[in-house]
């Protein structure tokens, strides 16, 4: 499949980008800030195929170095790099879209696309309303490219704590949901554009991640928030974006996500 990554310098994104591309999708991945930070990462390989180091071995002023001789194009919205990712079957192209709450600037990387992944950090709302407007912004861009299918990456708190919740997740919940609620309305003005944009959206709501080698599998409830979630490591969030972008038992809905047992 065709797929844009938004987000994908993040500690999500890049499991997604990561595992995409070993999967033989054609990936462009969206960063805000330049390339580096997406192909310096550890697991990225450059053109000759040699493992690349996280530090100190990205271009000049930040940019990645080409693979696949890919060239630079413009600056701001658009600069484009291609670079092998992981020795996987696919092909990654990363692009840098300096303002992802303008949808002409977004038009490029979405149109073509079969699908967009976007795996937003919940940062400090400072300004708030960032993540909605980004949102707000990727849906109108679809629109107008015809791209149906769009998945994001929210949080469990946005949703309401299911009937079956273990003792603990009702303690600490609450908790949770008054400290980080600046962050969690962010999500919630994210997820608010998607449900009333008219596309095939889905939701993915997981409990805290981790960066563990994951586990290959995972939990999900669609239409609500798992109970006992654990913890749930990026990579098996990764795996899960891409299992459930075909899946039509998740169009139109939320999806909690948890670790599985054992
Ligand atoms: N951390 C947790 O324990 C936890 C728990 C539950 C759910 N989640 C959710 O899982 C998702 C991924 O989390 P993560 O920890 O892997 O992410 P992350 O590493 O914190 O960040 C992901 C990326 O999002 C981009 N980003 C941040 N603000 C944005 C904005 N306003 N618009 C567009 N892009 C923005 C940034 O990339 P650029 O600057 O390059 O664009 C950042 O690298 C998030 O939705 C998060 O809420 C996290």
């Known amino acids: 499949m065709k797929l844009t990554v938004l987000g994908a310098s993040g500690g999500t994104g890049r499991e997604v980008v990561r595992q995409a591309v070993a999967a033989g999708h054609e990936v462009t991945a969206v960063v805000r800030k330049g390339a580096r930070s997406l192909t310096a ?3 990225a390989v450059s053109a000759d195929g040699s493992a690349r180091r996280a530090k100190g071995r990205g271009g000049r002023g930040g940019e990645a170095r080409a693979g696949h001789g890919g060239e630079g194009r413009g600056g701001g919205a658009g600069g484009v790099r291609e670079a092998g990712y992981g020795g996987g079957n ?3 192209a990363v692009t840098t879209v300096a303002d992802v709450t303008d949808p002409a600037a977004l038009g490029p990387v979405v149109t073509g696309r079969d699908a967009l992944l976007f795996c937003p950090g919940l940062e400090s709302p400072r300004p708030p309303g960032r993540l909605g407007a980004a949102a707000h912004a990727l849906v109108r861009a679809a629109r107008a490219a015809g791209v149906r299918r769009l998945l994001v990456v929210s949080s469990s708190p946005v949703g309401p704590l299911p009937p079956d919740e273990g003792v603990l997740g009702r303690a600490v919940s609450p908790v949770l949901r008054a400290v980080f609620k600046d962050v969690y309305a962010e ?4 997820e608010s554009e998607l449900v009333h944009s008219g596309l095939d959206w889905t939701v993915l709501r997981p409990g805290k991640l981790t960066n563990r080698r994951g586990k290959g599998r995972y939990r999900r409830r669609v239409g609500g928030n798992l109970p006992d979630k654990g913890t749930l490591a990026r ?3 990764a795996r899960a974006v891409l299992d459930l972008l075909d899946d ?3 169009r139109g809905r939320t999806v909690g996500l948890g670790s599985a047992r054992g």
């Open 90 to 92: 696919g092909r990654l």
């Open 41 to 43: 990462a550890p697991g």
């Open 235 to 237: 990579a098996d969030l």
């Open 187 to 190: 999500a919630a003005a994210m």
């Open 248 to 250: 039509p038992a998740v």
